[in-house]
């Protein structure tokens, strides 16, 4: 009888913390337009704070590529604790997994940030990217800007 009752407050327990977990996750889904062309790919990272936005390691969260087809590129991450972020991309167009920039540290490729923030003699501040992640499934837009 002992175990009967120990099997039934494990599976309460363990049921309870399935549900808080699945209750503070969600699906984020990034829908990025205004590319010049479907070349190469784009990168995407999630940052959860200002250290490092956009383009460091300090804060990112979770990172990816995904393609671009007709102008558009569609990506989901998965998993994602609610929370506050800022989102970042670049159009990689020529695949070299890196941000490519002029003589001044002007970026030869399209940019772009969640909000649609904008830079102003510099990347855009976290500040301005910053949204809140709080649905099971969530859409956000935002364009790619080219210099």
């Known amino acids: 009888m002992r175990e009967n009752k120990t099997f039934i407050l494990l599976s309460i327990f363990g049921h309870l913390i399935l549900q808080s977990y699945c209750q503070t996750r969600g699906t984020l889904i990034i829908e990025i337009e205004s590319f010049r062309n479907d070349d190469g790919q784009v990168a995407i990272s999630i940052h ?26 569609i990506a989901e991450f998965d998993n994602l604790l609610f929370g506050e972020y800022g989102v970042s991309a670049y159009h990689d167009e020529n695949a070299n997994e890196k941000l490519d920039t002029n003589w001044l ?13 904008k830079g102003k003699m510099g990347p855009p501040k976290y500040e301005d990217a910053k949204f809140d992640f709080k649905a099971d499934r969530q859409k956000i837009y935002f364009d790619i800007d080219y210099f």
Do not use: L, R
């Open 48 to 73: 959860s704070g200002e250290e490092g936005f956009p383009g460091g390691h300090e804060t990112m969260v979770q990172a990816k590529y995904a393609k671009i087809k007709d102008g558009k590129a």
């Open 105 to 117: 540290g002007i970026p030869k490729e399209g940019t772009g940030a969640s909000n649609n923030a």
